[in-house]
């Protein structure tokens, strides 16, 4: 099997649809990858996830290297082997969560320095130390460690920022390059900044291409900019980025988000969403998402969802999910957890689908009038 092999099948517009070859799997794009923050997609085995038909996870370098530590994952046999996932896992770098959880921290050009959200213990974050933990953990795709400013800074500090961001991201190709063994097996992505800014993404894009990358990820979106100003980005970032890799739309996001993406390029997403809205009792529909606390659910018999296939919606009805939501029972989290993440995979299969036929108008159109319709 190809150490990281990209390639697509179909393109419908600006939306395709591939395939990416890896030592430990294939990964069919666009692919969703449910989030696996401390070596566990919260309230799901495993099993259940690739069940779902998840290809890929995400871990999380933040929170991995401060509980239980890179170092131990790597003692007891890295993170696939730890958490009992045998496909791959993309790790983030840990700048986001650097930025956003840790409230004292201090940014230089060697990187950045941080007290734990856990203990206050003090860390430091480099291109260099994030690239080593990953390489610890095991990861399969590897991503550049990079700082994301919020989009409504200056531009000026927008633009010192994505600057910093591109040194960084040569440091981490460096890094990730003399990393030995796992550099053989494993890929590592760049991370284009810039905000809302064309130019600036231009300059983001050139610097990364010309260090050289085996994907490429659209970073400093979904952080409160709104689907309009994310949507009038991706209008333009991802034609800046190579056609011939992998585009990775960071942190995103809600069911509409992934098709609006994809109908401007993108191949691959992350979220939280579906698992944290399982667990906050918010379940997605093709009908739009329901709240399972309201009323009107209390004595409905029917299932989540009459078009999903998965095990929830062909086994529990409403009524009982309502309850097991209102009572705050572990079940209910479970539960719509399991059903969120079939959705989500069914969607991405819908997409490719509608890709490989030539018909991802037709079902963008379907979706968005069905998903709007409030079930």
Known sequence: ????????????????????????????????????????????????????????????????????????????????????????????????????????????????????????????????????????????????????????????EIATSMELSMRWAKRSRDAFDGGGEHAERAALFGIQQGALDERLRARSAESLKEIGFDGYAIGGLAVGEGQEAMFATLDFAPDQLPENAPRYLMGVGKPDDLVGAVERGVDMFDCVLPTRSGRNGQAFTWNGPLNMRNARHAEDTGPLDTRCSCSVCSTYSRAYLHHLIKSGEMLGAMLLTEHNLSFYQQLMSGMRNAIAKGHFALFASDFRRDYFSRS
């Open 1 to 156: 099997m190809a150490r990281f092999a990209f390639s697509v099948l179909a393109t419908d517009g600006k939306a395709r649809t591939g395939r990416i070859a890896m030592n430990r799997g294939e990964i069919r794009t666009p692919a969703f990858m449910p989030v696996g923050t401390a070596a566990t997609v919260k309230a799901m085995k495993p099993e259940a996830v690739r069940a779902t038909g998840a290809d890929i996870i995400l871990g999380n370098t933040y929170h991995l290297m401060l509980r239980p530590g890179a170092e131990r994952v790597a003692r007891l046999g890295g993170l696939h082997r730890f958490m009992n996932w045998d496909r791959p896992i993309l790790t983030d770098s840990g700048g986001y969560q650097v930025m956003s959880l840790s409230e004292l921290r201090k940014l230089t050009e060697e990187g950045v320095s941080f007290r734990s959200h856990i203990d206050g213990s003090k860390h430091m974050l480099t291109p260099e130390r994030s690239m080593e933990i990953q390489r610890l953990l095991g990861s399969d795709i590897v991503m550049a460690f990079d700082e994301c400013p919020r989009a409504d800074r200056p531009l000026a």
